[in-house]
DNA sequence: GAAAAATGTTGAACAAGTTCAACTAGCCAA
DNA sequence: TTGGCTAGTTGAACTTGTTCAACATTTTTC
């Protein structure tokens, strides 16, 4: 069984019984996306809320301009989600898509509904990672304003190594949100 | 009763019998705080949550280098907390000002926990509000990686035009990220 | 293994935004 | 009424980041 990640995962925000964590795991389906491939493209429908148990995904928005702007990149232990286009089933603004060979644990739409309403404490569950993800979305939205992009690219590769480490630099730039030839002269300029 | 702007507030999100709303009001006790003064400030612990019915708030905080980054501002109908400095019990990095004289309801830890295990929906109810205020977060940030002051400052006095109306340039130019100076070039270039 | 495509580097000219300083105007308190 | 705050404006010099184009390097594809 690949579940031990998401159970681990679970109770790092709230203790479940191991009948409960098993439920949960029930509802959410293995599936395997090769490199390059996209989980959820722009303009569609996001069916399913997903949790990543091997590789890598980088989440992004195309804007008119044509410019890639990169929301977040989930790697293992990382949550992934359309919560908009998923909670309201509107055509998503988002891209994912999977730098790697990856391996994700899904829940389609009709099942996270059972799951909430099964066992309650799956709604407490995800309204605490909801509040812990919008206090990091938070933080970044300052530091964003109080750094420059030097900083922000310094935070960013001493505060995610693991996954700045499995990117080029250009995915990395589009999500500093500054140009990557930019990113290319920063380095330069050495630490 | 002074209820009623919550109460219509809170089934925006999700239906609740007038029992269940009932006893959720009465947990929230009216508090009133005059213009300038602070519901937080920054180093304190955050002991409450709360929801405007009247005036504005400004949530900002104080980096290293002085600069006042607003994250956000609260006026009607408008939730106002550091979920993290509340849930954690942990300094906040945060200021919480009246910006005229305003009325708050206010729910302390305590109680809301009482709320979320007394009431089960409740504990819905955030997380349907957690998870809408993270998609909003995540559009703002792409904002600001994809549009110049200038657009996000029409941006936001179109979108916002009864909080942008009560508020100085100084205090809008802290939350687009820029100088108080630069906006006045912008406003001056016209639209 | 060669061709094609994507990524990364560099420079020069430019645009966006900051800094500092000087000045104007409005507001409030004593 | 005066003096002291704070907000807003403007200009000049500066820093940060963009754009575009040319070239080098790596990765992908067949």
Redesign the pocket.
Known sequence: MSYGLLIQNINKNLNLSNKELDLVCKYFKPTEIK??EFLLTQGSICKFEGFVLEGCFRIFTIDK?G?ENTLYFAAKDWWLMDIDSFMNQIPSNLNMQALEDSKVLLINRQDKMMLYNSIPIVEKLFRIMSQKALVSWQRRLIRNHA??????YFYFIKTYPDISSK???????GYL????????????TEK
Request: glycine share 4%; aromatic share 6%.
């Open positions: 490199k390059r301009k410019n750094f420059t992009a030097k900083e922000r990117l080029t630099d250009k995915q990395i730039a949100g500054i140009r990557h030839e930019f990113l290319s002269k920063i380095k330069k």
